[in-house]
């Protein structure tokens, strides 16, 4: 990457933290259009990595407020979408990949867009977080099938929930994605760095983050998501 795309990748992961401990996702829908734009090669590895101390620490900030039945329910759910997941990165070349970020994106933010809501099932509960376990670990974007799911629920609850499923949806998919060859140390060693950059967000931008309404912020990530997903679109079609 050169400096200006160092830059908005670093850039992305601070907003993304500071959006996901505020709202209790959104750090995919900054940090994945990012590196699907910039450095498509870092995907899913890097992504999932970059997840794992943010989602551990509010896990941790805000354990008493999760809904533990609920969190134990989508990790579970998770699991078989979590193979198949695996799978597809070992079958799909890097441009596949891309695409499929930029396609499940389109999807997120139309489906976020339109304010489409599910009704809390054990059905849907448990499709949301199978189809959450393939998407985390084929692109790295877990996040906006349970946040579809969770749309009625208030953002207290919400935040250590999904971080619980989050926590140990990435230790998954990080030791199927290894088991297979999918994950490498250079998608550690920058999964790590942006993990980082996570955190710095979470710990100094979130304050101010709350002072704006969630609405706008939503907003501000479904922009920031649309405009990925068509780059990234645009970098698969011209090669």
């Known amino acids: 990457m050169d400096v200006g795309a160092l830059v908005l990748v670093a850039a992305a992961a601070v907003l993304g ?50 809904d533990r039945a609920a969190a134990t329910r989508l990790a579970v759910a998770r699991v078989p979408g979590t193979l198949v997941g695996t799978a597809a990165v070992a079958l799909l070349p890097v441009r596949g990949l891309a695409a499929t970020v930029a396609v499940l994106l389109l999807a997120a933010v139309l489906s976020t867009a339109r304010g489409w809501t599910v009704t809390e099932t054990a059905r849907t509960t448990a499709a949301a977080g199978l189809i959450s376990g393939f998407s985390g670990t084929a692109v790295g974007l877990g996040g906006p099938p349970l946040a579809l799911l969770y749309r009625e629920r208030h953002s207290s609850e919400v935040r250590p929930t999904l971080a619980v499923v989050f926590g140990v949806g990435t230790v998954l998919s990080i030791a199927t994605l290894s088991a297979t060859g999918g994950f490498h ?29 969630e609405a706008v912020i939503r907003q501000g990530l479904l922009v920031w998501a649309f405009v990925g997903a068509l780059l990234a679109l645009v970098r698969v079609v011209s090669g």
């Open 185 to 213: 140390l250079e998608d550690l060693r920058a999964g790590l760095a942006l993990g980082g950059l996570n955190v710095v967000g979470m710990v100094l931008a979130a304050p101010a983050l709350r002072r704006v309404p």
């Open 17 to 66: 933290g500071a959006a996901q401990s505020v709202l209790g996702f959104g750090a995919a829908f900054t940090l994945v259009p990012a590196l699907a734009v910039f450095a498509p090669d870092l995907l899913p590895g890097a992504a999932i990595a970059a997840f794992l101390p943010l989602t551990a620490l509010m896990a941790y900030r805000e354990r008493h407020h999760a």
